[in-house]
Each structure stands twice: as C-alpha cells, then as structure tokens.
C-alpha cells in the first residue's frame, strides 16, 4: 500500500502495525538532513508524480513478496516542503519472521529510491537550490 | 496529428515554466513526442536521462502515442 502526504506523516500506533500472525514488523524511517554534500539544507521540496508513482511501488512490493516471505508493505511517502529532521518516507514491513522481513524492507527501500518517479529539491542557506540527481549540462 | 496530454516534473517542469500541457504533435511514439518538445523548448535534459510513463504506468521510449494518452517525461529519480 502506498500513500502519498503533503501532511506530516503520522506516528505509529504505540501497539504496532502488525498483526497476530506477523511476528516481525521492521520499519525504515528516513529524516530530512540537515547537511548534505557539505551545504546547510534549511528546507527540502518533494514533488512526485502520484498514480505513476503509486503503480511502480506496487510493482516493487509485488516483487518483494515474491522474493521474501512477507505480510503487509506499506509506505508512506511526503510531497511538498520539508524542514531538517522533517520524516520524509516510511516503509512498514510485516512478516511471520525477521529474515524476510528485513530483506523485504531493504529491497523495498532501495528500489523505491532508485525506480519512483519523485523528486527532491534542496534550498540551501544561501538562498540557492538544486534539484538532486539531476545529470550536468 | 492526435492531442495527447503531457505532464512535467521538477526540473523539466521549470525548464518548461508549465507542469502540464496539451499538444497537438505527428509524433507516433514517446521518443518521437520527447524529441519534438525538446527542440521546440530547448530542454536541457536528454532523451537518455530520462524515463517516460503512458497512463500512469513506466513504459519504453517507443511505445506507441494513442490520442488522448497521459505522457509523463520522467527526471531521474531522487525520492526517498
């Protein structure tokens, strides 16, 4: 399941996410930084193409369950601008057993980063900004 | 000729100055459609640096443009 937010993303019920037939829940958060590439970032713009976005992670979780035995894939995705420390994506991974789902979550992680049609915008201290990844001139 | 609805993002977007237009174009794929804009436009990205998606879905630079497709030029990805 794949959920894009221009709202802060919610915390975690304190009970978890799993359910009774999931002994293991990982959880990969990842957090606007502060620095990066040795500038001082103060605000960072996502922007995504959203259908698209949402059937290519379907694509990437179809192929983690194939891969791993896993329960439920769920990620949680930000638009919009975000300050240092902001949480930015959240993937939620359940399975019977913590081998799949760690494997699970890290393929999940690497290949909505590689592979998603989202992009992000860093504004530096200097009034400057760059789109990241983007190829020279 | 057929109209087909295109969609910029992100640096292409701005480099556009539109996040989404509709265009009349001969164009019988996405490559053609890519080519044709980039020259009109001056788009600073190539065709290779780019991914392009058909009705929400990631597909081939020479899958076939049907009248009325949603085209989405595609910057690298930086997400996560």
Known sequence: MFKLSLAPIQALPAQGVAGADAGACVVFEGRVRARNRGREVVALEYEAADETARREFEKIAEEARRAFSVRDILCTHRAGRLAPGDLAVRVVVTAERRGAAFSACEYVVDELKRRLPIWKKEHYADSSSAWLNQPGP | ?80
């Open chain 2, 1 to 80: 000729m057929k109209s087909v609805r295109v969609r910029y993002y992100a640096a292409l977007r701005e480099q556009r100055g539109l996040p989404l237009e509709i265009v009349d174009t001969p164009a019988e794929t996405a490559a053609e459609l890519y080519d044709e804009l980039r020259a009109r436009h001056g788009f600073r990205l190539a065709r290779e640096h780019l991914r392009v998606a058909l009705n929400g879905d990631i597909t081939g630079w020479n899958s076939p443009l049907r009248a009325d497709d949603i085209v989405e030029f595609l910057p690298p990805s930086a997400g996560g």
